[in-house]
Structures are given as C-alpha cells and as structure tokens.
C-alpha cells in the first residue's frame, strides 16, 4: 500500500525534552512538509523540503529542526526551545510539480 | 486582512439537503484551490481541487472558482452524516515556493439524520 505513515500517534513528553517525530513515505513524492494544528486553528507550515538534502523554514519554524537524508523520510525534532509544543502535527507530501498535499495521520504531541 | 477565510460554523443541514461551504481569500493571483475534509481527531482528506474558473464535479461534491470575486466554494449534494466533519479549503501562494499552502481554519459541517 502506498502511503505516509507517522509515528508515533501519541507522544507525552516533559518540557525542556527534546522529541522527534517519525515521517516516512513511499509514494515516491520529492516534496515532503510538516504541520502543525491547534484546536480551531488551521494548519501552520512549520518546514518543508522540495528535494533531498534540502529544507526551507516555513511560518513558524522556531523552536523546530528537520533533516532530509532519505527521500522517503522527513523526521521532525521538537526542540526545548519550542513554546508551546504541545500540538497535533501532521506530515504531508506531494510531487515535485504537482500541489495536491496528501497527509500523514497525524503525531498527537503533549508535553507537560 | 486574513489570507484564506473561511466560516466556522457549525453549518447544520438535514440528511438528502445541498451543503455549502464558502471560502475567499486575498491573494489575487492565487492559482490553485483545494478542498480537504477532516473528521474529529483525524487527519485531512484531500476531496477536491480545483484550477480554472467554473465549476468541477466530482461524485456528490461540486468544487465552485470564481477568480474576479476571490472565493472558492464546495457543493455536497443528498448529504449523508458521515459528511459531518471539518472542512478546509487551501489556496496555493502566488510566487511563492512550488506547493506550498495557506489552509482556512475550516468549517465544522453537521448533517443531521
């Protein structure tokens, strides 16, 4: 089956904790993004990567990092540095020319 | 002025009626629009996009563009309750990095049997 799996789907974390979520994907996409959703918010681009080896800073990258080694994986490290970490976040990818973004299920973070 | 907006909600229809959800944005030359539902505590599910003015239908879902007024919209016709859920649109940014998104905050849909 083709796909983006996240994992884990919970996480509980204390604060000043470093975390890192798990983005893996075999649809072949080039273009890979992660999210973050709170309640009644919409979604908030944290960082995306068009190719590998290669990420930009989305809309509120602080306090995040990524890394993009592979094509299928993008994990995403919530730092300590991060205010309020505690979110739904949701990996996402594309094809390199194509926009139609296919999602992940989601990393449900709490940090206390 | 917000970029991608949307009505909260909840929007309320009884179950065989027409859904409408409405959304503009202020980017005038955004090209791409996208429709995406979303249940409670779950992931977006991309149901329609939608590049050219006019309409495009797709099963029970009707995607609206009208670029000259700035708004999206999403028809769902005999709705079901399993149609109850959010609903976000997404707007590509203009000039911006290939595929990248501005999601609405969404609109709650409540279909009532």
């Known amino acids: 089956d083709g796909g983006i799996t996240q994992s884990p789907k919970y996480l509980f974390r204390k604060e000043g904790q470093n975390v890192t979520l798990s983005c893996e994907q075999n649809l072949n996409h080039d273009a890979m993004y992660w999210y973050r959703q709170d309640p009644g918010q919409g979604l908030r681009l944290i960082y995306y990567?068009?190719?590998?080896?290669?990420?930009q800073k989305g809309d509120i990258a602080e306090g995040y990092s990524v890394s993009r080694e592979k094509k299928e994986s993008f994990p995403l490290t919530v730092t300590s540095a991060q205010k309020n970490p505690t979110a739904f976040y949701l990996c996402?990818?594309?094809?390199?020319?194509?926009?139609?973004?296919?999602f992940g299920p989601g990393t449900r973070l709490t940090v206390t | 002025q917000k970029e991608v907006e949307q009505n909260s909600g909840p929007l309320s229809v009884p179950e065989g009626a027409i859904a409408s959800l409405n959304c503009t944005y202020s980017d005038r030359g955004s090209q791409s629009f996208f429709w995406y539902r979303q249940y409670s505590g779950k992931s977006p599910e991309l149901i329609m996009f939608?590049?050219?003015?006019g309409d495009k239908e797709d099963g029970r879902f009707t995607a609206q563009l009208n670029k000259a007024s700035q708004y999206v919209s999403l028809l769902i016709r005999d709705s079901q309750p399993s149609d109850s859920a959010t609903y976000l649109c997404?707007?590509?940014?203009?000039?911006?990095?290939?595929?990248?998104?501005?999601f609405g905050k969404g609109t709650k849909l409540s279909v009532k049997p």
């Open positions: 996402a990818s594309s094809t390199k020319q194509g926009t139609e973004q296919y």
């Open positions: 939608i590049y050219s003015n």
């Open positions: 997404a707007v590509r940014r203009y000039g911006g990095s290939q595929g990248n998104l501005i």
């Open positions: 990567s068009q190719i590998v080896n290669d990420f």
